[in-house]
Structure formats: structure tokens, C-alpha cells
């Protein structure tokens, strides 16, 4: 399991929070560049995106503020993984459809076959 990961498993976060939470667990999870740096980061734009996409859940509401749980970080992490490693939005989309938790955790640390 990836350093870190396991200690999200409760809490509901902003958008703010949950791209912090993606951003510092990304380069545990991207292949890595030249320079061993995984280069690839997120914002909230792209986790708007993402989600009016169906590729991430759709956030749930308290009160006026949307709040996001650890699946919305798995399906995150994930997606960001199998866009690395080639695929394209729709695969990777079909590829995440109906997984759980512990199938988003495995797919994070292994590999895309």
C-alpha cells in the first residue's frame, strides 16, 4: 500500500484538500521522468473536469460546499496512473467502471496489464 494512503481511508475533504492529498501521493503512483520526478500534477479545474466527465464521482454535498471521500481520491490517483501509462480517458474510464475501493488500491499498486 502506498505510503500515506491508508490514513486518508476516513474524513470528507474540500476540493482544495483532496488536490493537495492527490498531488502529494502522485509521484508514489506516476511512472517517473528522466529525472525520477513524476511530473504530472492536478488541479481543481482538472478534478472538475474529471468528475463532469464521469471519470471521478461526483462529490457529495454539505451544505453549500461539495466534499469529497477517499474513493473520490482512489478514482483520482487511478486515473492519473492509467492516463500515464497510455490510456486513453474513455479506456480508463471503462477500465475504473464499477471497481471498489480495494480494486482502486490494487490497481495503484500494480501494474496496467
Known amino acids: 500500500m502506498l505510503a500515506g494512503l491508508t490514513a486518508l481511508r476516513e474524513g470528507a475533504w474540500s476540493l482544495d484538500e483532496l488536490v493537495e492529498h492527490a498531488n502529494r501521493l502522485l509521484p508514489d503512483v506516476l511512472p517517473k521522468d528522466a529525472a525520477g520526478r513524476a511530473a504530472e500534477t492536478v488541479n481543481q479545474r482538472l478534478v472538475r473536469h474529471y468528475t463532469t466527465q464521469g471519470l471521478v464521482d461526483e462529490p ?15 478514482q483520482l490517483l487511478a486515473l492519473r496512473r492509467l492516463l500515464a501509462e497510455g490510456l486513453s ?5 471503462k477500465v475504473m467502471a464499477g471497481l471498489g475501493e480495494g480494486e482502486l488500491e490494487a490497481l495503484l499498486v500494480g501494474h496496467v496489464d
Request: charged share 30%.
Open 89 to 93: 480517458s474513455a479506456l480508463a474510464g
Open 60 to 74: 457529495f454535498k454539505e451544505g453549500r460546499e461539495a466534499r469529497y471521500l477517499y474513493r473520490h481520491l482512489l
